[in-house]
Structure formats: C-alpha cells, structure tokens
C-alpha cells in the first residue's frame, strides 16, 4: 500500500508564500516522477511542476516563475515552495507519483486559500 501524504496548505494573504510537502511511504518500486497538481473550484486539475528521479523539472505555464519543485529522495518527500501567492492560485494542491513501474499515486490534497 503507496500512501502520499500532503501537508503546508493552508491561508496566506496575497503577495505570501506557502512550502508544500509530500511524504511518500509503502512499497514505493522508485519514485520515477513526483509531482504538484491544483484544482481550483469549478476547474480541471492541472499540472504545476513535476520533478524526476534523475533531477529534471518541468514547470508548467500555471506558476511558472514562482515555484520551486524539489525532492528529498532519503525521506521519499518532494516540495513546493510557492511565493507571491496572488487569489487566483487559491486550489487544493495534490502530489502524485510515478514509480518505477509506471503506476500512479495520488495524494488526498491540501486546500490553499490565498485572501485579504
């Protein structure tokens, strides 16, 4: 059983910044790509930025300038440090994984709110 367990969400006013953390644990095969997805109300989730096990990063448009992905592969998490946080990035932010073996893992999601 893969677990990603989500954390850091939260409130930020705008201009803010938020660190998310996911923590992967269970029979993980490699951790071939970890990544960050939102989905704000009424939209499709998207992609934010995904980081692979040999270090490349692919940042999408969504954030784009104002993220940072980063992996800590001893503690099986990745991160995502968000800055100048503006209502629009208001989302649940969920981590996903690829493992080795190509099968998928989601999180359950943390909620940023970003208000006034």
């Known amino acids: 059983q893969v677990q990603l367990v989500e954390s850091g969400g939260g409130d930020v006013v705008p201009g803010g910044s938020l660190r998310l953390s996911c923590a992967a644990s269970?029979?993980?095969?490699?951790?071939?790509?970890m990544g960050w997805h939102r989905q704000a109300p009424g939209k499709q989730r998207e992609l934010v930025a995904d980081?692979?096990?040999?270090?490349?990063?692919n940042y999408t448009h969504v954030m784009e300038g104002r993220v940072t992905i980063s992996r800590e592969n001893s503690k099986n998490t990745v991160y995502l440090q968000m800055r100048h946080l503006q209502p629009e990035d208001t989302a649940i932010y969920y981590c996903?994984?690829?493992?080795?073996?190509?099968?998928?893992?989601w999180g359950q999601g943390t909620q940023v709110t970003v208000a006034s």
């Open positions: 996903n994984m690829v493992t080795d073996d190509w099968r998928y893992y």
């Open positions: 269970g029979s993980i095969l490699g951790m071939r790509i």
């Open positions: 980081i692979a096990s040999d270090d490349s990063i």
